[in-house]
């Protein structure tokens, strides 16, 4: 059976991919940043997944306002790099997982999630920065297949903390009654607080960030229990995207120990951060 | 879990010299209203049509049924108002990224701040509100 490994929660900021594709991760500005992910690189490095549940949302770039789905998956065999109006990131294409994909989609419907599909998606930095964050020198291609799940958080109302907490719980558990022996990460990609717009531009508040960091692990629901309106006002219009952080603890066990975390400001306009969870299952808290 | 809020506090952040609004909620409405702006800003993602808005820019704004209002705020790079008509800062960013401009000379314009100042606030940790 399938069993999810571990969670990996970090920011989807475009310029920490700008920066590694163009050589700038010892420059002042980045080093800090890069610096952080390094014990959560060397883990993750030891402990491959063969596929990665990669929740986040996209930017204009595969999804207009024609059709804004709530939670979306992703069914197809691979998935384009998406030009976002700049040149595509030289990067691999990125291959699915279609058996998980349908599964997922089966069993999430029949858990009352009546999610939108996908055959064709071309990601965008949404999805292939967390995939850099996780192996930053993939070669000729990444190390794992990938199911990509899509969140609106751009058009309100997005769905509520409360709902994509639950989302991750059954995404979890659809995972765990995979027949198939494969090793599972789910990365929930996103935040922190930020904001583009408006005379609150510029907004960072990292108090909020970190009370969230310490939250995700072991009291996710005081998250869950959030609204929209907190999460605006306290994250900013884009740090809603947050929320997408609890669809990956959802999915993971309540059995989690963290392995490492980092926060940093600025990415461009966003705090930034990662945090990387075990997730034990049945296993003893001691085993390693 | 905090007794205070930013929205209560009469501390005014410094560069708030703007007609922007506070924050872009971006709701149902607001969707609706920016359909034809937002649809024609997304669509420069592909080089043919960045070339074609650039040999004609209201035209181009007219084939996608544009408001008047919309289509002057595009001409005349009014990132506020494009805001106010409807935009989504994810689609007008195509167009701000068209005209070689960043998201901190956008952060700067709807602040009232240059893109120095702007870049600035958020090295030394970005704006705090309440
Ligand atoms: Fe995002």
């Not at chain 1, 992910?37 to 491959?48: D, F, T, V």
């Not at chain 1, 009352?112 to 599909?117: G, K, M, P, Q, R």
């Not at chain 1, 967390?130 to 190390?143: D, F, I, R």
């Not at chain 2, 289509?71 to 494009?82: G, H, I, P, S, Y």
């Amino acid at each position: 059976m399938a069993n999810v490994i571990w969670g990996l929660a970090t920011s989807h900021v475009p310029s920490i991919g700008a920066a590694m594709d163009n050589g700038k991760t010892e420059d002042p500005y980045w080093k800090p940043l890069f610096d952080g992910y390094a014990p959560a690189r060397k883990w993750m490095a030891e402990h491959p997944p063969d596929v990665a549940v990669i929740v986040y949302n996209d930017h204009a770039n595969a999804i207009g306002m024609d059709l804004v789905p709530t939670f979306a998956i992703g069914t197809a065999d691979s998935y384009d790099v998406a030009d976002e109006g700049w040149g595509r990131r030289q990067v691999p294409p990125v291959v699915g997982a279609p058996q998980l994909s349908e599964h997922l989609v089966r069993e999430l419907v029949d858990s009352s999630f009546d999610i939108a599909t996908a055959n064709r998606l071309d990601v965008d930095h949404g999805l292939t920065v967390p995939l850099s964050v996780y192996c930053s020198e993939p070669g000729e291609a990444w190390p794992c297949t990938v199911v990509p799940v899509l969140v609106n958080v751009i058009q309100s109302p997005q769905p509520t903390a409360a709902r994509c907490y639950e989302f991750g719980k059954a995404i979890g558990q659809a995972i765990r009654s995979f027949p198939q022996d494969s090793k599972v990460a789910v990365f929930g990609t996103g935040g922190m607080s930020h904001q583009l717009a408006g005379a609150r531009a510029g907004l960072i508040n990292e108090q909020f960030d970190r009370w969230f960091l310490k939250k995700i692990e072991n009291d996710p629901e005081a998250l869950a229990a959030l609204t929209r309106e907190d999460y605006v006002r306290e994250a900013g219009t884009e740090g809603i995207e947050m929320i997408m952080w609890l669809v990956m603890r959802g999915a993971m066990s309540t059995n989690i120990s963290r392995v490492h975390d980092a926060y940093h400001v600025p990415a461009s306009n966003t705090a930034a951060a990662l945090a990387l969870f075990d997730d034990l299952g049945d296993r003893p808290e001691t085993a390693t | 879990m905090k007794g205070k809020t930013m929205l209560d506090t009469d501390e005014q952040p410094t560069g708030s010299q703007t007609k922007a609004r506070d924050d872009y909620l971006l709701d149902v409405e607001h969707t609706r209203q920016g359909y034809a702006l937002n649809q024609m800003c997304g669509s420069l993602i592909r080089a043919e049509n960045r070339a074609r808005f650039s040999e004609n820019e209201a035209r181009y704004c007219d084939e996608f049924g544009l408001s008047p209002e919309q289509k002057q705020a595009v001409l005349e790079r009014d990132w506020t108002a494009m805001m106010n008509l409807g935009g989504s800062i994810f689609y007008t960013f195509k167009l701000a990224t068209l005209d070689k401009k960043s998201m901190q000379y956008l952060g700067g314009v709807f602040t009232g701040m240059s893109t120095e100042q702007f870049t600035e606030a958020l090295r030394s940790g970005g704006r705090r509100f309440g």
